[in-house]
């Protein structure tokens, strides 16, 4: 079964280039019908990017990564975790509050702080998780509604955690964390004088330990089990509902990551301009890599390529960026059906492999009969 | 025109609920404004001057009928004295900090070298790209967090313009009980309840005050959601409050809703609302509180023109022609006299009108 297949894999790239394809189109009609001009778009979003458009892909990426991969973890346990939202900002909150005290030095504050920011995250996730586990309600109801819980909660707390030098500016913000615990980011693509986050390391950390311990673990396989089949999971002997708990609890932490590349490289405090809405970036990202640890990282930087490539177009071709959420939309509305009709073809192309090496075997019995049976 | 907005509303609202099975923000699809902003430029006078000047605006854009929209009457005053050549970008909400930062380094790159940012929520993205391209101009709104020698910021004193709707308002006020709402609790937005509430007491020291705010930072809905402006509006006059002065842009809507419906008066900010907000509701508003955005976009852009670039911070005042009431509908001329004259001992410092509210 495991053997390669170079027609399967084909099949999985169809998918996407071919959503891409139909996003292509749909989004050109679009601009056709509203008199835009098509062509200068085209150009302004496929121009060769700038060094520092480099830098700022590369950074998009790494929370759009980061915040994919929370929700990936719970799609692969057939959780629907659209609660990232709110873990991320709840957590990129504590662990400003948290770094800004400077209680450690240096490093030391930063490593500390993101252990902050996983266990917050994993806690406002583990509220979902304990209520379907103990009252069986939805984890999409209560995410969403932590997510609004989310937004009152940091609201509250940051009008008390107000960093004094901040009074009197529009921007409400935390206590600065100390120079020696920022974190300065990497000089990656020569000729920006712009930074990558030094973060992206741990991004390509989380990335690894997600591919690890989802495909080389036995919590791993019990965690996919229990997605696929939840009866076939309790048969071979799963606590389900210590997987629903864990898996959730899981997501949580890492979405609590998402808000750590920010914090540490640009922000430097949690305030009224931290970064809002990543969670739901990482909805889409995670369905258009399909879960997996590389093709998130592909969807990661085709999100922040379309999102960096944008800016110039309100300027080079005096059309509004917001088209931008059209071309996501339909990648994201194409690559699902794709997807679905790429696995019909798939379950089509096993059937008939099947029937022919059945047909093989057994002469006598008819190639359809044999499929079905 | 509005039907293509109306589409693509509908289109950007379908891709939004995809992307994000609907995020909180309010992603409007800006308008096209920009290529009609530019076909302006040339249509009209023959350049006279080679300024080129770039507008970035927050979130909403042209179109707002609010903070933005005032900016960009500014410019297109500018362009039909000057002839000067622009271009517009505009925020979108939820865009990391480095999306700002390369709109205005876009602006540059595009030979626009006097970039003018729009709202509070740029200071450190100017602060960043000023400190990059020195010869370039910039003019930043309603923030001193960003300073700089290229640097100009731009800031009304709101509270000399809201301490005279205030006084209008208790002035007017027949059960001696006035209300204020405050779209987020924001230093700005502070100004406006400072200086409302000492404008109300110099005419009535006895006078109630209820003020609200509707949601508190980062909570930015505050801004653009009449439903509570009108819940909180309502819970005033309830309490007794016959006039009601909002600081609270979109949401505002909602306050001037609950004053039709509750037979009661309220108070317009930053244009004249009498004019510019919905026609069945314009009869409630008695004045509204005037910041300038256009005249101090207008302003500076004229000092660039005759080379004249200031840097630092530029506060509008009641004496620069910044901030002022309204008198459209009529409904305080019998008290004209005192707010001028009110206005006059602010102009000559014999009343000085707070900044951050009491207590």
Request: charged share 15%; net charge negative; with cysteine.
């Amino acid at each position: 079964m495991k053997r390669f297949e170079p027609r399967k894999i084909g099949l999985a790239l169809i998918a996407p280039a071919v959503a891409i394809l139909v996003a292509f189109l749909i989004t050109s009609l679009v601009l056709l019908v509203m008199g835009d001009p098509v062509m200068d778009v085209w150009r302004t979003m496929f121009q060769p990017p700038l060094p520092r458009h480099y830098v700022a892909m590369l950074n998009s990426a790494t929370v759009f990564y980061l915040s994919a991969v929370a929700v990936a973890i719970g799609f692969r346990m057939n959780l629907f975790n659209i609660g990232v939202d709110g873990q991320y900002r709840i957590a990129s909150f504590a662990a400003a509050v948290f770094a800004g005290q400077a209680w450690l030095p240096g490093f030391l504050n930063i490593i500390v702080a993101i252990i902050v920011a996983m266990a917050t995250g994993g806690l406002w996730a583990g509220i979902a998780g304990y209520l379907k586990v103990k009252r069986g309600v939805s984890e999409v109801i209560s995410t969403i509604m932590l997510n609004a819980i989310a937004t009152g909660l940091v609201s509250w707390l940051l009008a008390k955690a107000r960093d004094p030098e901040s009074i009197g500016s529009n921007e409400v913000h935390t206590r600065t964390i100390p120079e020696s615990s920022q974190l300065e980011g990497l000089a990656l693509v020569p000729g920006a004088s712009q930074k990558v986050y030094t973060l992206l390391l741990l991004a390509i950390l989380v990335g690894f330990a997600y591919w690890f311990v989802l495909g080389k673990t036995r919590f791993g396989f019990d965690l996919r089990a229990t997605g696929q089949s939840e009866t076939a999971a309790v048969a071979s002997g799963v606590n389900v509902k210590r997987m629903t708990m864990t898996a959730m609890v899981l997501s949580g932490a890492v979405a609590g990551l998402v808000g750590m590349p920010l914090l540490f490289g640009v922000y430097h405090n949690y305030g009224t301009t931290f970064q809002p809405g990543l969670g739901f970036a990482g909805i889409a990202i995670a369905l258009l890599g399909r879960n997996h640890p590389v093709g998130i990282a592909f969807a990661a930087l085709l999100w922040s390529y379309l999102e960096v490539q944008s800016n110039a177009l309100q300027i080079q071709a005096h059309v509004s960026k917001e088209i931008v959420f059209i071309i996501q939309g339909v990648i994201l509305f194409a690559v699902v059906i794709a997807y679905e009709v790429v696995r019909r073809a798939e379950v089509r192309m096993e059937q008939v492999k099947v029937a022919r090496e059945l047909a093989e075997k057994e002469q006598t019995v008819p190639a359809g009969q044999g499929a079905s049976a | 025109m509005r039907q293509t907005r109306k589409f693509a509303a509908v289109v950007a609202a379908a891709a939004l609920a995809l992307t994000a099975c609907g995020s909180d923000s309010s992603e409007e699809p800006t308008d096209t404004g920009t290529a009609d902003g530019t076909a302006t430029s040339s249509d009209t006078a023959e350049p006279m001057s080679d300024v080129k000047v770039g507008m970035a605006y927050d979130v909403g854009g042209r179109g707002d009928q609010s903070f933005n929209d005032a900016a960009a009457a500014g410019l297109d005053q500018a362009v039909a004295e000057f002839g000067i050549e622009t271009t517009e970008a505009t925020a979108v909400d939820g865009e990391p900090e480095s999306a700002r930062e390369e709109r205005l380094q876009q602006l540059i790159d595009a030979g626009y070298t006097t970039v003018i940012a729009v709202g509070f929520a740029y200071a450190p993205s100017v602060a960043k790209v000023a400190a990059e391209n020195p010869d370039v101009h910039f003019a930043l709104i309603d923030s001193t967090d960003a300073e700089g020698d290229n640097i100009a910021n731009l800031t009304f004193a709101e509270h000399e313009g809201s301490f005279l709707v205030g006084a209008a308002a208790a002035l007017k006020s027949q059960s001696g009980n006035i209300g204020f709402v405050g779209g987020v609790q924001v230093p700005l937005i502070e100004k406006f309840q400072a200086g409302y509430e000492a404008g109300a007491k110099e005419v009535n020291p006895d006078i109630t005050i209820q003020s609200t705010y509707l949601t508190q930072p980062p909570d930015f809905s505050g801004f653009g959601d009449p439903a509570k402006g009108k819940t909180a509006a309502e819970g005033m006059f309830q309490a007794g409050a016959d006039i009601i002065y909002h600081a609270a842009g979109g949401s505002g809507g909602g306050v001037f809703t609950a004053a039709a419906e509750a037979g009661k008066q309220a108070i317009g900010v930053d244009s004249d609302q009498a004019l510019t907000a919905a026609p069945e509701v314009q009869d409630v508003i008695i004045t509204s509180m005037l910041k300038k955005l256009d005249v101090a976009v207008f302003e500076f852009i004229k000092a660039e023109v005759e080379g004249n670039f200031e840097a630092g911070a530029q506060e509008f005042n009641l004496a620069a022609g910044g901030v002022d009431y309204s008198t459209t509908g009529g409904k305080i001329d019998d008290i004209t006299d005192q707010l001028d004259e009110l206005k006059q001992k602010i102009i000559d410092g014999e009343i000085e009108v707070p900044t951050s509210p009491a207590g």
